[in-house]
């Protein structure tokens, strides 16, 4: 199986700081070797002014990754055994033993998939169904793989294609001369010593026998020789003569085993498709009878894998390290599923992230995860590449407006000093580009605006969604804010919140114009200056998790 890779991944609608701390940590956990192939990931689209920061630290964007459940490709078996609809019940036997499993895909010759067989299959194929009668020594079977599987030799006639079968009836010319002859005889009144198949040893007068009747072939066991006399009267008659080095009694058991799988493959079988997820197959599968699973693209339906359902009995969970968040409702899909082995955030603690296992979780009061990141390289004594630092240094001016955040820490500072020094830029300067770089107010679609920094909670039961967007200026707002607000309300109606924020923030003069759409009652008690209806002027106000988040919890508290 393939072994489950290990993302470090930030929050629902990335931000800078959930892209640059996942692009740090990564970075750190491969140096120190803890994760050799830790690779950063983001679920959702990046902002311009991120694209800009990568674009100048020479880095591509991170793996985008919307869904951490386990899917069937991931952990299915991609070096599968199998067998082909040709092949005889020997050759699948012999497969199925050496690799000791109990079933097999069937294919065509064209790769395409045909079927299921199961150990318990092949039985079928050297038991017959009934007793007694003519159909105990009838089999279907092709005189090509016949030969193949007990190495004969043919001695004249030359034999039908592998894929021509046909009903042979064995007789094996054991008992007298005369009990043959008549046997053969009595085949000749019944119409069918066309498909006698006689096996014998040293015995020339039933091998004369067999050909003298127009039997269809005869097969010489135990090496005896066939005389140039038989070859050649056989090859006039068109009688087929084979000869083996098995006795009689094992050549008669042998040529069972040459029937073809094709005839007891179960043709109706359940397949799963690459990206069908484990938890789902989990309860599909439960109740299906059948023990092996092909797993099949998407594109042209071929077979690239096999679950077994003793697969998913415990199967492999992604493995992630979160940063920049803590809570399931901001995290990337199916995160319930994922093996969470740590945590590095600056955020409140929601109580809804569970783990199986004892987890490392690091949650500071500082103004960026990047300050926190950064902290780890200092304190293992490593110092990032002149990449990385940058992107640490953009987190930290990000999210503490370079410095200017009611959020800002000592160790934000010494860390935005420290991680400038590495990658060699000036804090203020690269502040100065880093907001100058695509206005969303004046450039971005509704779409881009509402979720280029939006976080989702929930507080005493509501919903609520804050979007956050940072300009230089808000010369462009007020031409924008009906086509906002009704972008905002389409959203609040479609994801059915109970709050629903847009702040829109001015990092140089440090105020925010706010559109809020939900209950008027905790509109009513928002600590802002409200403007209209749904709009609110709050001056001083640029942190969302300092200042904006708990004004908000403060006006759901006191309109319960």
């Known amino acids: 199986m393939t072994i489950p890779p290990f993302y470090v991944i930030g929050h629902k609608n990335p931000d800078t700081d959930a892209i640059c701390s996942a692009i740090g940590y990564s970075a750190l956990l491969r140096a120190v070797g803890e994760e050799p192939h830790a690779t950063a990931a983001r679920c959702g689209e990046i902002s311009q002014r991120t694209k800009w920061v990568l674009q ?20 299915c078996h991609r070096k599968v055994i199998k067998v082909n609809v040709n092949d005889t019940f020997l050759t699948a036997y012999q497969r199925m033993l050496d690799a000791e499993i109990r079933c097999v895909p069937v294919e065509d010759s064209e790769g395409n998939l045909c079927g299921i067989l199961r150990y318990f299959d092949l039985l079928k194929l050297l038991l017959p169904a009934h007793t007694e009668g003519l159909s105990v020594r009838t089999i279907h079977v092709s005189l090509s793989k016949l030969a193949d599987t007990l190495r004969a030799v043919n001695h004249g006639v030359e034999l039908p294609s592998p894929e021509f079968e046909e009903d042979l009836i064995l007789l094996v010319g054991a008992s007298s001369q005369a009990t043959v002859d008549q046997r053969l005889k009595q ?125 998913l009995v415990d199967p492999p969970r992604m493995r992630i390290a979160l940063v920049d968040h803590n809570e399931y409702a901001q995290a990337v899909n199916g995160v319930e599923e994922a093996e969470i082995t740590e945590v590095i955030d600056h955020h409140r603690l929601a109580g809804d992230l569970v783990s199986r296992e004892p987890i490392r979780y690091l949650n500071e009061p500082v103004g960026s995860t990047c300050t926190l990141v ?187």
């Open 56 to 75: 100048r630290a020479g880095l591509e964007p991170p793996l985008l990754l919307t869904d951490v459940r386990m899917s069937a490709g991931m952990i």
């Open 187 to 311: 085949a000749i009144q019944e119409g069918n010593i066309g498909q006698f198949l006689v096996i014998c040893g040293d015995r020339p007068i039933v091998q004369r026998y067999a050909i003298d009747h127009g039997a269809r072939a005869l097969l010489v066991t135990g090496g005896n020789p066939v005389s140039e006399e038989i070859s050649t009267y056989a090859a006039r008659k068109g009688v087929v003569v084979l000869s083996c080095l098995q006795d009689t009694a094992s050549a008669s058991t042998l040529i069972r085993c040459s029937r073809t799988v094709r005839h007891v493959m179960e043709t109706k079988f359940l397949s799963i498709y690459v990206a069908d997820p484990i938890s789902r197959l989990r309860k599909t599968l439960a109740i299906v009878d059948q023990d092996l699973f092909p797993v099949l693209d998407h594109t042209g339906g071929k077979m690239i894998g096999v679950l077994a359902k003793s697969d």
């Open 374 to 560: 950064g902290r780890k390289f200092f304190h293992r004594g490593l110092m990032p590449g002149p990449s990385v630092a940058l992107c640490l240094c953009a987190g930290i001016v990000s999210d503490t407006l370079c410095l200017m955040s009611p959020t800002t820490t000592l160790l934000d500072r010494e860390m935005l000093t420290w991680l400038s020094g590495v990658a060699g830029v000036d804090p203020k300067q690269f502040t100065e580009e880093f907001f100058a770089v695509g206005s969303l107010i004046a450039n971005g679609s509704t779409d881009e605006i509402l979720n280029a920094d939006r976080k989702s909670f929930t507080e005493q039961g509501m919903s609520i969604s804050i979007a956050q967007v940072e300009e230089r200026d808000l010369v462009g707002f007020a031409t924008r804010r009906d086509e906002l607000e009704n972008a905002l309300q389409l959203l609040f109606e479609r994801e059915h919140y109970d709050l629903l924020v847009l702040a829109v923030t001015d990092v140089a003069l440090h105020h925010s114009m706010i559109i809020a759409i939900g209950n008027e009652s905790v509109l009513a008690k928002l600590p802002f200056e409200r403007v209209d209806g749904r709009l609110f002027r709050a001056s001083g106000v640029v942190s969302r998790k300092r200042q904006i988040f708990p004004a908000v919890c403060e006006a759901i508290h006191h309109s319960v």
